[in-house]
């Protein structure tokens, strides 16, 4: 998938846990887990605006586009 999600990293610069991004964003665990390990489809502009809000930080930082080929060379 060419797109990755850093939301791990954002969380550790920030020293958040799952379960305090969880309750500061109203989702669930399960929910905020597979957006973590980059299994999610899909993301909502408000989920993403929230997890933004509450983690000080723009899309950007957690959303990063790598073409096929630089996923394959790692």
Do not use: H, W
């Not at 998938?1 to 665990?29: C, F, H, Q, Y």
């Not at 809000?53 to 957690?62: A, F, M, R, S």
Request: net charge negative.
């Amino acid at each position: 998938m060419p797109i990755v999600v850093n939301l791990d990293v954002m969380m550790a610069r920030r020293k958040m846990s799952l379960n305090e991004l969880s309750e500061r964003v109203g989702l669930t665990l399960a929910n905020l887990s597979i957006l973590k390990t980059g299994k999610a489809k899909a993301i909502r502009f408000s989920t993403l605006e929230a997890i933004c809000e509450v983690l000080n930080c723009q899309p950007g930082d957690i959303l990063e586009y790598q073409p096929e080929t630089e996923i394959k060379d790692q």
